[in-house]
Structures are given as C-alpha cells and as structure tokens.
C-alpha cells in the first residue's frame, strides 16, 4: 500500500464535505462560518454559503482566497438532501410568508428572496390564486 503525503490535500477528502458547516480561520485572526459550497485544489480558495462572520455580520455567500486562511474546522453535518417534491412543497410555504407580509410585491422581487427563479415563482402564485378562488367559492355554497 503506498504511503499518503500527510500534507497533500486530496480532493475526495473535501468532496465528502460539500454542504457540511465550517469556520475558516483566516491569516488575520478572524473567522468566517458557512456551508461549504465548493473549493479548488490549486489555490484552495473556498465558497461558502449561509455566511456569518465572527463580527456577527451575515451575508448570503463569500469566496474566501485561500491565500487568507490559516485552517479549516468542519464543525457541522452536510445539509440533508431533500426530495424535488419536498423542494417544491418548502418554497410555495416560503412564497405564501413572503406575500403574506408583503402582498405587493412582484414575482421577480419574490424570486430574488427565495432565492429561485421567476418562473417557479409565477407557477406558484398562479397555483396559490386558484385555490384562494376555490376556497372562496366553497365558502360561498356553505353560507
């Protein structure tokens, strides 16, 4: 069996990672926590989502230079896979909260909050207009 360099990165080792939470601990001593979303071997510069610094800031996304890191810690399980359905089901409850506190916005700004795109949105407004239609006309035969 050839013996592993202890200090070459192997990439399946941080495959098996993506989607995992980490904290990269930067060259200037603070500490950046996301998800991991991808890396690259050759600089090791590192995109992480779900992003809050040790300031307490929270930003969407960041890719870290690999230049700037000191270490590494995965401190938390990859994110569960869920079924497409599922998928489905979670974003038209997101959509439902969203014009439930803002019912005047418009499917593209909708779509940038959920993070999906436009036309996924659209379906699921127009899915959510004729239930809210149906329900109405069943309330109207019980009255």
Same mark, same amino acid.
């Given at each position: &069996? !050839? ?8 990439? =399946?080792? %941080?495959? @098996?990672?993506? +989607?995992?939470? *980490? /904290?990269?601990? &930067? ?6 926590? +996301?998800?991991?979303? +991808?890396? =690259? &071997?050759?600089? %090791? ?6 992003? /809050? ?5 929270? #930003? !969407?996304?960041?890719?870290?230079? +690999? ?10 399980? !990859? ?9 489905? &089901? ?6 439902? /909260? ?13 779509? @940038? ?7 996924? #949105?659209?379906? *699921? ?15 109207? @035969?019980?009255?």
């Amino acid at each position: &069996m !050839p013996r592993r360099d202890p200090l070459r990165l192997d990439p =399946d080792f %941080f495959r @098996k990672y993506v +989607g995992s939470i *980490i /904290e990269v601990h &930067m060259v200037d001593g603070k500490v950046i926590r +996301g998800r991991l979303v +991808g890396f =690259d &071997m050759e600089y %090791f510069n590192i995109l992480l989502e779900e992003v /809050e610094t040790n300031q307490g800031r929270k #930003v !969407p996304a960041a890719l870290i230079s +690999g230049s700037s890191i000191s270490h590494v810690l995965f401190v938390g399980p !990859p994110k569960l896979r869920i079924p497409r359905s599922r998928r489905r &089901m979670d974003l038209e409850m997101k959509v439902k /909260e969203i014009i439930k506190d803002n019912p005047n916005l418009d499917a593209e700004t909708i779509a @940038k909050l959920c993070n999906t795109k436009v036309d996924k #949105v659209e379906r *699921i407004l127009v899915k959510l207009k004729q239930k809210s239609k149906s329900s109405e006309r069943e309330q109207g @035969k019980s009255s």
